[in-house]
C-alpha cells in the first residue's frame, strides 16, 4: 500500500506477472540465432581459437546476410549448425569457451 498526499494506492498483481518466467542473464558462451534463418555460410570448427571481432557465420535472414561475429576471444567449443541449414529464434548455433569474458566497451 502507497500513500501519497492522502491518497491511498493499492498494486495488484495479476496471475499471468506471478507465473512470469524469471529474468535471467544471458550466457555469454553461447551464441543463439536472434532471428530465424538459414545458415549460409561456416567460418569455425571446433577446437578454433578465435579473437573478439571474428566471423563465426553468415545467417540468412529477412532477405539480408547477416554476418555473426565473436563478441569475446576464446576456443569454438561445439557448433551445433551446418551450412543449409534452418533455425529458429533463439536456437543456440555455437558455444564458446571463453578465455576473456569482460564485454567489449560500447563507444
Same mark, same amino acid.
Given at each position: 500500500?502507497? !500513500?501519497?498526499?492522502?491518497? =491511498?494506492? =493499492?498494486?495488484?498483481?495479476? =496471475?499471468?506477472?506471478? !507465473?512470469?518466467?524469471?529474468?535471467?542473464? %544471458?550466457?555469454?558462451? /553461447?551464441?543463439?540465432?536472434?532471428?530465424? *534463418?538459414?545458415?549460409? $555460410?561456416?567460418?569455425?570448427?571446433?577446437?578454433?581459437? @578465435?579473437?573478439? +571481432?571474428?566471423?563465426?557465420?553468415? /545467417?540468412? %535472414?529477412?532477405?539480408? $546476410?547477416?554476418? @555473426?561475429?565473436?563478441?569475446?576471444? +576464446?576456443? @569454438?567449443? =561445439?557448433?551445433?549448425?551446418?551450412? *543449409?541449414?534452418?533455425?529458429?529464434? +533463439?536456437?543456440?548455433?555455437?558455444? /564458446?569457451? @571463453?578465455? /576473456?569474458?569482460?564485454? $567489449?566497451?560500447?563507444?
Amino acid at each position: 500500500m502507497l !500513500n501519497i498526499e492522502d491518497t =491511498k494506492y =493499492k498494486t495488484i498483481i495479476s =496471475k499471468k506477472f506471478e !507465473n512470469r518466467k524469471p529474468w535471467q542473464a %544471458a550466457d555469454p558462451s /553461447l551464441v543463439p540465432s536472434l532471428i530465424p *534463418g538459414t545458415v549460409s $555460410k561456416l567460418f569455425v570448427a571446433e577446437g578454433d581459437s @578465435i579473437v573478439e +571481432g571474428d566471423k563465426l557465420l553468415v /545467417l540468412d %535472414a529477412m532477405k539480408m $546476410k547477416n554476418t @555473426i561475429k565473436v563478441p569475446y576471444s +576464446g576456443v @569454438i567449443k =561445439k557448433v551445433h549448425v551446418a551450412e *543449409g541449414q534452418s533455425i529458429p529464434k +533463439g536456437y543456440v548455433m555455437i558455444e /564458446l569457451d @571463453i578465455q /576473456l569474458v569482460k564485454p $567489449k566497451e560500447e563507444k
